[in-house]
């Protein structure tokens, strides 16, 4: 766990995502990567640092104005390529970055598995995309497959879903930081309140157990335990 960076809004997530990153460089990492959504959800990672690890022709297709970002320290699983975030689903429609412990991924990973799901890192946090994907192969919306994920998990963490089905973020938080910046063009989200300020004093603190859900013009909160809406945004 490091630092998270995400966006939606009428502005392109790139640049935004990217001066996220590098505004999050003062904390140590290993590795870091991100994903955006248009008409396709495209993701690339790098070990090391931020310096040199995308260049424009690495990231000439990230198009679209939803994204999300992520800098790690490894806690579980060691550094490589396919540690780093954001992790996604099976079929490549679902991208997760998270902060934080997952306690029971042994158990959730080894349930996946045993129902056919591909996992492609020895991290904790993938189980959380291919959760979210069994509920959307049951029909349900994003938001819905997206809370009855974050209700399997134990432990203490942050994290940020987007998909390629719905033009969403959504956001949860359980223990560690989590902020919404209420920018003019668009919702900025980051595990570290000041890396918002460039955008936006405007900021929105997640607490336990909230459920957020921004569109372009639109923060919602909800209570994952109550399922109600919050009227602190």
Not at 20 to 39: F, H, M, P
Not at 161 to 179: C, E, G, N
Not at 199 to 204: E, F, G, N
């Amino acid at each position: 766990m490091v630092g998270i960076v995400g966006y939606i809004g009428k502005e392109k997530a790139k640049p935004i995502l990217l001066q996220g990153l590098k505004n999050l460089e003062s904390i140590d990492y290993d590795s870091l990567g991100i994903a955006t959504v248009s008409d396709q959800l495209c993701i690339s990672k790098s070990v090391g640092r931020m310096n040199g690890a995308f260049d424009d022709d690495r990231l000439k297709d990230f198009e679209g104005n939803i994204g999300i970002a992520h800098t790690r320290r490894a806690t579980h699983g060691h550094i490589c390529l396919a540690n780093a975030h954001p992790h996604t689903d099976c079929k490549k429609r679902v991208a997760i970055v998270q902060n934080g412990i997952i306690e029971n991924h042994r158990e959730l990973r080894e349930e996946l598995i045993s129902r056919g799901h591909i996992f492609a890192s020895s991290t904790d946090s993938e189980v959380i995309a291919h959760l979210i994907e069994e509920g959307l192969e049951e029909g349900k919306r994003f938001i819905h497959a997206c809370m009855d994920a974050f209700r399997r998990l134990e432990g203490h963490y942050a994290l940020l879903a987007i998909s390629l089905d719905a033009r969403r973020v959504v956001a949860f938080r359980k223990d560690l930081p989590l902020i919404a910046g209420l920018a003019e063009g668009g919702i900025v989200f980051s595990s570290d309140a000041s890396v918002l300020l460039q955008w936006t004093p405007k900021m929105v603190y997640l607490q336990n157990n909230d459920v957020a859900v921004a569109c372009k013009k639109e923060l919602i909160l909800r209570n994952l335990i109550e399922g109600e809406e919050a009227d602190r945004a």
